[in-house]
């Protein structure tokens, strides 16, 4: 399979979205519940089951300036729980502002009709998927391509 899971981790819920590395797009996927700093496993075991994902992107909240902060230890954390649970090495990215992007995109969509308050939930999936198509736009998925003659060439 070719796609992603990216992660927004908070305190209460971890936001879960899947991307496709060959289209670069990305959508919200799911909320999972974080108990007493632990993630549900059994649900995310289902999602990476589910999705087979060739890469992982865990949200790294820094300050304005860039720097860490409290919540950082927590994504760091749960990075290291997923290589160690799935074997593959998370990709960490800046999130600064996903948050904020996420919440102008699900006021769109109630605007739009196309969400509900209740649907307010899924703001922290929709901040995974930016995080995750911020990661896609970001990394260099493109496959070697063959040398093409220069003109200079016989």
């Known amino acids: 399979m070719s796609c992603a899971l ?3 981790v908070g305190s209460k819920l971890i936001g879960v979205a899947v991307g496709n590395l060959i ?3 990305a959508r919200a996927l799911a909320t999972v519940a974080m ?3 632990q993630p549900d496993w059994p649900a995310l075991d289902r999602l990476h089951r589910e999705w087979l994902p060739q890469a992982l992107v865990v949200g ?3 300050t304005l300036d860039g720097a860490e902060q409290p919540a950082s230890k927590l994504a760091r954390r749960f990075a290291d729980a997923l290589q160690q649970r799935y074997g593959t090495v998370p990709m960490l990215i800046d999130e ?6 996420a919440a102008a ?18 703001i922290d999936a929709e901040a995974a998927a930016v995080i995750l198509e911020r990661w896609l736009a970001e990394a260099d998925l493109a496959q070697p391509s063959s040398p093409q003659p220069t003109a ?3």
């Not at 600064?96 to 992007?101: C, K």
């Not at 995109?105 to 899924?122: C, E, H, K």
Request: glycine content about 10%.
């Open 6 to 8: 990216g992660f927004d």
């Open 23 to 25: 289209t670069q797009s």
């Open 35 to 37: 108990r007493d700093g």
């Open 60 to 62: 790294l909240p820094l």
């Open 96 to 101: 600064r502002h996903s948050s904020r992007e």
């Open 105 to 122: 995109r699900f006021a769109g969509a109630r605007a739009a009709g196309l969400r509900r308050r209740r649907d307010a939930a899924q």
């Open 152 to 154: 200079e060439s016989p």
